[in-house]
């Protein structure tokens, strides 16, 4: 693992001992967990937007996010994404689930 060091500020070092404390882990356990799930809902949310708007295809969403397609396809759902894609688009998204 490659060390990072960032400042927290007392209100934010005071949430996440209260979280330490109540899951009995370390700091460095939940701002691992805490990171890794904030980039990657972040990431899920710029591919869909990406996706929403035209810019990027299915796969180009999947490819942003770091996930399949099926992946993303079920959170386009989970958010009520809807695509903006003609047939030709949903025919290869499909094309490339097989």
């Known amino acids: ?16 001992d209260r979280l330490v404390e109540i899951r009995g882990s370390s700091r460095n356990e939940v701002v691992r967990e805490a ?11 710029i591919a869909l937007e990406r996706y929403r708007t035209g810019e990027v295809g299915l796969r ?4 942003i996010a770091g ?10 759902n989970d958010r009520n994404v809807l695509s903006n894609a003609d047939e030709g688009t949903l025919e290869r998204d499909v094309q490339a689930l097989r």
């Open 60 to 63: 180009g969403a999947a490819e």
């Open 67 to 76: 996930c399949t397609i099926g992946e993303t396809m079920a959170a386009a």
């Open 35 to 45: 990171v890794s799930t904030f980039v990657r809902d972040e990431l899920v949310e």
């Open 1 to 16: 693992m490659e060390p990072v060091a960032t400042r927290l500020d007392e209100g934010e070092v005071t949430l996440l």
